[in-house]
């Protein structure tokens, strides 16, 4: 089964500094799909960033990047000049693209960031 | 594009009663998904469907049904409402499940007292 881990329940960082939120999975299958949501106290559910497992280049997205390490099975989100704005929850999740579970995305519990002045 | 629209954006219900959660997304997505999410959890999926006529269980499916028939609707029903089913519900949208990124509605608050 497949299953997402977020250690951090919640992480602080101040204005402006770079702050990596962890993400670790379990899979069997090769062929997956790994995103990372911003959650604000809004609730509405906001893509971040997307890592295909095949994908050699780690993704980029403005101030956001994804950390892939396949080996390790890991795939953090490093957040750059951080913003107030920024202050979130944070969903890593992923998907399987082949087979019965196709499209369906498994999320972790999340971290709850917290930007400072 | 309005995207993934949600009604209602909140709701009471009483212990027993039935009501629909309306999802409609006009992106011409061919997937679609119901999610809920409990407090401090992520998020769980209900049901999905891969295409108008076409739905199958997710990860916590009882106490749910859904219908698609439609490319743009896909409506959850909620039969005999029970406190455990408490929780904000979100519908999604995808034009495909492969490597695409998934489009959130605004979620549907749900109380049942």
């Known amino acids: 089964a497949q299953k997402i881990t977020q250690t951090q329940p919640g992480m602080f960082v101040q204005e402006k500094e770079a702050v990596t939120l962890d993400c670790t999975y379990d899979?069997?299958?090769?062929?997956?799909?790994l995103f990372w949501y911003k959650q604000p106290s809004s609730g509405e559910m906001i893509f971040l960033i997307y890592?295909?497992?095949?994908?050699?280049q780690n993704a980029t997205e403005g101030r956001y990047s994804l950390n892939f390490q396949k080996a390790r099975k890991s795939a953090n989100l490093v957040i750059s000049a951080s913003q107030l704005g920024d202050s979130a929850m944070y969903f890593c999740?992923?998907?399987?693209?082949?087979?019965?579970?196709?499209?369906?995305?498994?999320f972790g519990r999340g971290t709850q960031l917290t930007v400072w002045p | 594009n309005a995207g993934v629209t949600q009604t209602p954006k909140f709701r009471i219900l009483k212990i027993g009663q039935s009501m629909t959660l309306q999802c409609a997304q006009d992106?011409?997505?061919?997937?679609m998904y119901w999610y809920r999410q409990d407090p401090g959890m992520g998020l769980k999926l209900i049901y999905y469907?891969?295409?108008?006529?076409?739905?199958d269980k997710g990860e916590v499916p009882n106490g749910y049904n859904v219908s698609r028939s439609t490319t743009e609707y896909f409506p959850l029903r909620l039969e005999l409402a029970a406190p455990s089913q408490t929780s904000v519900y979100f519908c999604?949208?995808?034009?495909?499940?492969?490597?695409?990124?998934?489009?959130f509605g605004p979620g549907t608050r749900l109380l049942v007292l």
């Open positions: 999604a949208s995808s034009y495909s499940g492969v490597g695409e990124t998934q489009y």
């Open positions: 899979t069997s299958d090769q062929s997956y799909g």
């Open positions: 890592q295909g497992s095949y994908d050699e």
């Open positions: 999740a992923m998907k399987n693209v082949r087979g019965s579970t196709l499209g369906r995305l498994y």
């Open positions: 992106m011409n997505h061919n997937y």
């Open positions: 469907s891969v295409g108008a006529g076409i739905t």
